[in-house]
Structure formats: structure tokens, C-alpha cells
């Protein structure tokens, strides 16, 4: 499976879990005694460039084809957000999140043991470490389980600007800081958010967001999240 396909995949299984709960949840809404409230998270996260590297001979500036993909990069993620709840079911969540991303585009491929003389491209030249400002804004839609625990859906659009990055300097180990001053590396993307709410304070979610502006530092990094938050 490439890796465009997971993608794709990855996607449209959670847009088609949400688009799936929204009946059940309509059906089941019921206006009640609900209250905005404050809320606390904290996840880890998995960064992927949902593309394929192109491997070239530096020397003969010729096409190798060989099995070349992405790697995955582990971060983390830390955040606050106000749920504004118009009733039981529906609520409207705007947040403000602090992310580090390892995209994890580090090149595997068989070619670097097949060809070790070959001058081929540094495998970490497209690695970027980077600490990202995130403001999501999530329509959500929930559904009871039992008593005490429930089901969360939530999706909408988020804006991002990367405050500091580095990158491998070609060849070493050392890395070094990117360059750019406040809104260079500004991006939006969609997201999408389930969560399992037990009690009245604890929730445990998966997050899934990409981007869509092209040429920009975190363009076409799919970022996963699973983490757990805390409800005042």
C-alpha cells in the first residue's frame, strides 16, 4: 500500500465515522441542564509525509528506482480548549495547542545497503523537528454509552504557525535552525477528533489533522494524535 493511499484511507475512515454518528446523535439529542467548561490535554503524536521520496544519482543525475518511502517521527502535544455546549449532543470547541513534530521524513530504502558507493540523496535532508502554535475550532456531536460514559465526535478546520524548526545539516549529524520570521510557516488544515468521555472529568481521544497550503514547513505531514484530557 503507498503511502498517498494510507492516507486517503486513514481519512476518509474517520470523516466516515463521524458522518456515521450523526444520525444516531441527532436522534438521541435531548436539551438539558449543560454548561461550557475548561478542559486540559496532553498526547503523544505520530508524523508522517504522505508522499514517496525520488531518489537521484547525484553523480549521473539519473532516476533510481528503488523502494523508497518516509519514515514516521514520535512527538508530543500539550493544550487547552473551551467547549461551548449548545445542548446534550452538539458543542462547539475552539482550542489553542502546543505541538512538537518529528515528520519522520527520514528516507528508507534498500538502495543506501544495495549501493553504498552511489551517491545518493541524504537520508535525513528532509527530517524538520519543529514546535508548531495550533488553533483548532471542532464542531462535536455525542452519544451516551451508559451512565457514566460517552461518545465524542468531533471535526472543523485549524490554523498553525511554526514558532521554531531545525534540520539536519546535509551529511552530519548537527542540526541547525530554520530561518523565518513570524507567519512564514502559516498554515490551515481540517481535523478530526474522537474521544471516549468516562465520568465527569477524564476523556481519552484520537486526533487525526493535515494541511493544505502547499510549500510550507509541515505541507503534506500527516499528524496523529492519542492522548488523554482533563475536564474542570
Not at 38 to 49: D, E, F, K, P, T
Not at 68 to 82: C, D, H, K, N
Not at 188 to 201: F, K, Q, R, S
Request: with cysteine; net charge neutral; hydrophobic share 40%.
Amino acid at each position: 500500500m503507498t503511502n498517498n493511499k494510507f492516507y486517503l484511507i486513514a481519512v476518509l475512515l474517520t470523516l466516515g465515522m463521524v458522518g456515521f454518528s450523526c444520525p444516531a446523535m441527532a436522534q438521541s439529542d435531548r436539551n438539558g441542564d449543560v454548561k461550557n467548561r475548561w478542559s486540559v490535554h496532553a498526547a503523544v503524536n505520530l508524523s508522517h509525509r504522505c508522499e514517496n521520496p525520488v531518489l537521484w544519482n547525484l553523480d549521473t543525475n539519473e532516476l533510481i528506482f528503488g523502494n523508497a518511502r518516509f519514515g514516521w517521527g514520535v512527538g508530543a502535544m500539550i493544550g487547552g480548549s473551551y467547549d461551548i455546549r449548545f445542548n446534550r449532543t452538539w458543542s462547539l470547541t475552539p482550542g489553542l495547542d502546543i505541538q512538537y513534530v518529528n515528520n519522520g521524513a527520514e528516507i528508507h530504502s534498500s538502495c543506501y545497503n544495495d549501493m553504498p558507493g552511489a551517491p545518493l540523496p541524504f537520508k535525513r535532508g528532509n527530517v524538520i523537528h519543529s514546535w508548531n502554535v495550533t488553533i483548532p475550532v471542532l464542531m462535536n456531536m455525542r452519544a451516551p454509552i451508559s451512565d457514566k460514559v460517552g461518545f465524542r465526535v468531533g471535526a472543523g478546520p485549524y490554523l498553525t504557525e511554526t514558532f521554531y524548526a531545525k534540520s539536519y545539516i546535509y551529511y552530519s549529524d548537527k542540526m541547525a535552525d530554520y530561518n523565518g520570521s513570524f507567519g512564514t510557516y502559516f498554515n490551515l488544515g481540517v481535523m478530526a477528533e474522537m474521544a471516549v468521555e468516562t465520568g465527569n472529568h477524564f476523556s481519552y481521544f484520537y486526533r487525526i489533522q493535515y494541511p493544505f497550503l502547499k510549500d510550507k514547513i509541515d505541507s503534506k505531514i500527516m499528524t496523529m494524535s492519542l492522548g488523554v484530557a482533563y475536564t474542570f
